[in-house]
T-cell receptor
């Protein structure tokens, strides 16, 4: 199957700093990428949908100015958590779509101290 | 707005048992439904994908069924093994091109 990578897999940062997470589709072109967030023992919650070359569409309750999404190419999307706070600590998973199939990255665990 | 619910939240069984995981969704007009496996601290592994026109899909010891009219799907695991221990997530897609909406999952523990 198609492969999606995420970098970094783990990141620890201080409160107030910004963190960028990269999501790449390695062997397919993802016209649409989705970003999810998963808190401990909770399910994946959709944060936003991004189409290549367009602004991302954010789900209700997700601050677009805090979670900046850029989908500059068909193989790369980035999520930047700006001015991160401890409550932003979570597991972030991206997913690239080709056809009607979503392929998921391995996730990035963010810990904000 | 689509909501996906999974019951039970956790399940413990001895090795060799057949078991059923349940998933329900509020909007029956789904495009497709997918079952995933997630190991602790890891990403998702796709198990089975059922299109809205299908009633079931099978892969090895796994069988997933879909009943759109009742808003339910089940994942049947035959002859469970300790290696099946993981969290199983059900996700529904409402329309072509939209994102999968996930349930909270069922955490399965199979003891040897």
């Amino acid at each position: 199957g198609a492969v999606v990578s995420q970098h970094p897999s783990w990141v620890i940062c201080k409160s107030g700093t910004s963190v960028k997470i990269e999501c790449r589709s390695l062997d397919f072109q993802a016209t649409t990428m989705f970003w999810y967030r998963q808190f401990p023992k909770q399910s994946l919650m959709l944060m936003a949908t991004s189409n290549e070359g367009s602004k991302a569409t954010y789900e209700q309750g997700v601050e677009k100015d805090k979670f900046l999404i850029n989908h500059a190419s068909l193989t790369l999307s980035t999520l930047t958590v700006t001015s991160a706070h401890p409550e932003d600590s979570s597991f972030y998973i991206c997913s690239g779509k080709t056809g009607e199939t979503q392929y998921f990255g391995p996730g990035t665990r963010l810990l904000v101290l | 707005k689509q909501e996906v619910t999974q019951i039970p939240a956790a399940l413990s069984v001895p090795e060799g048992e057949n078991l059923v995981l349940n998933c329900s969704f509020t909007d029956s007009a789904i495009y497709n439904l997918q079952w995933f496996r997630q190991d602790p601290g890891k990403g998702l592994t796709s198990l089975l994908l059922i299109q809205s026109s299908q009633r079931e899909q099978t892969s090895g010891r796994l069988n997933a069924s879909l009943d759109k009219s009742s808003g339910r799907s089940t994942l049947y695991i035959a002859a469970s093994q300790p290696g099946d221990s993981a969290t199983y997530l059900c996700a529904a897609r409402n329309q072509a091109g939209t994102a999968l909406i996930f349930g909270k999952g069922t955490t399965l523990s199979v003891s040897s």
